[in-house]
């Protein structure tokens, strides 16, 4: 499902990691700890198609181009990018949806009592007032969007690093549900958050090391 062969990535003349390997098998959940700056977000970013190995093979799900690579993950991120639109678009995306699908995916995202609290419910339209929204609100929204968008493959980077404890609970039970039978490559600083997975590598120095 994924295969990284001698991975190498520079970025502004800095090499952050250099003849990376590491085979991922499909429905296996593997994560990845380091400290910050260790280059574990930038690894996910390249796995995302987001980045361009500087050198080495990538294979996700059967492709090595990044724009074919894109469309076959599910990505994320600590800090998720709202687009000025409805909370609809914000999730669908343009994917084709039906109600009914929708309902169970704003569910299953722990997100449906606070949408259907507003005024104008999902139709509400966020622009300015993405900045209103709280961390836990946002995640969801991304959660949502990742739940739609429904690949094999979930890519999740500090998903709960802006969150409190009880947020944070609440969005690592919804991931851990969606995630069910995906493949899934978690970073993040805390090891606590990995338990049940079936890997856990610590980067450091631009290496991958089994703990």
């Known amino acids: 499902m994924i295969e990284l062969k001698n991975l190498s990535f520079t970025y502004e003349n800095k090499e952050v990691f250099k003849n990376l390997s590491l085979k991922v098998k499909k429905g296996e959940k593997v994560g990845i700890i380091g400290e910050s700056g260790c280059g574990k977000s930038t690894l996910l970013r390249l796995m995302a198609g987001l980045y361009e190995p500087s050198s080495g093979e990538m294979i996700i799900d059967g492709e090595n181009i990044p724009e074919k690579i894109i469309r076959k993950v599910s990505v994320i991120m600590q ?34 009592k606070w949408i259907d609290s507003l005024p104008e419910g999902i139709e509400t339209y966020l622009g300015d ?52 039978g995906k493949t899934v490559i978690h970073v993040t600083h805390r090891k606590e958050h990995l338990n049940g997975y079936d890997r856990i590598f610590n980067m450091k120095d631009g290496c991958l090391f089994l703990q």
Do not use: W, Y
């Open 79 to 112: 800090s998720p990018m709202l687009l000025p639109m409805s909370i609809r678009e914000n999730i669908t995306m343009g994917h084709e949806v039906s109600e009914d699908k929708l309902k169970k995916i704003l569910e299953d995202a722990n997100i449906k």
């Open 129 to 180: 007032r993405a900045d209103e929204l709280s961390g836990g609100q946002a995640q969801r929204i991304a959660i949502a969007r990742a739940m739609c968008k429904d690949t094999e493959i979930l890519l999740l980077d500090e998903p709960t690093s802006a969150l409190d404890g009880e947020n944070a609970a609440s969005v690592l039970e919804a991931l851990d549900r969606f995630s069910i």
